[in-house]
T-cell receptor, first 118, second 111 residues
């Protein structure tokens, strides 16, 4: 399909293990975002890519979290030494190029990866 | 620090009646506001938006109202249909890129 895809859809891991979550944005979308939603809460911004650069990493909760993007396409969110509080649905979104000072470009979301840390 | 608040965790409405979902914000730098709809096991999908220079935007059965002085916006759905049952998120943006979301309101439309 032409939408944002994420893999895996579900991931169960043990505390202390590392996990990698993948996002394939809509083709041609230069902007990519990672959010997470913990149980009973709203979506929480993590990081934003424009092309392969990340001008805003302000939402990453700790240095255990990192993300990269290659070829202005696929992005990987890595969580090292997972903790139980990392359990959440991790959502990726993409949009067209965001101009400086522009009001908004609609973000299209993937279905998310549900991460459970035991 | 919750910059976007949806104080009603849930709302139940009879089919055919009006659904009103409310959202309050604190950051006066927000210049664009959006409503997203989310079904279980799916990502949020964009529903309707409004720029801070407007006070109303209408799209079919959906209307969003913005009251900047009160830092309040609302989503009206008329008439409500059972297929509208979902979680509705209010979100705001300041000069593009990241969105700040509220916690969501579960809407149940009863037939």
């Amino acid at each position: 399909g032409a939408g944002v895809s994420q893999s895996p859809s579900n991931k169960v891991t043990e505390k202390g293990k590392d996990v990698e979550l993948r996002c394939d944005p809509i083709s041609g979308h230069t902007a990519l975002y990672w959010y997470r939603q913990r149980l009973g809460q709203g979506l929480e911004f993590l990081i934003y890519f424009q092309g392969n650069s990340a001008p805003d990493k302000s939402g990453l909760p700790s240095d255990r979290f990192s993300a990269e993007r290659t070829g202005e396409s696929v992005s990987t969110l890595t969580i090292q030494r997972t903790q139980q509080e990392d359990s959440a649905v991790y959502l990726c979104a993409s949009s067209h190029h965001v101009l400086a000072g522009a009001s908004y470009n609609e973000q299209f979301f993937g279905p998310g990866t549900r991460l459970t840390v035991l | 620090d919750q910059q976007v608040k949806q104080n009603s965790p849930s709302l139940s409405v009879q089919e055919g009646r009006i659904s009103i979902l409310n959202c309050d914000y604190t950051n006066s730098m927000f210049d664009y506001f959006l409503w997203y709809k989310k079904y279980p096991a799916e990502g949020p999908t964009f529903l309707i938006s409004i720029s801070s220079i407007k006070d109303k935007n209408e799209d079919g059965r959906f209307t969003v109202f913005l009251n900047k002085s009160a830092k309040h916006l609302s989503l009206h759905i008329v008439p409500s249909q059972p297929g509208d049952s979902a979680v509705y998120f209010c979100a705001a943006s300041a000069r593009g890129n990241k969105l700040v979301f509220g916690a969501g309101t579960i809407l149940r439309v009863k037939s």
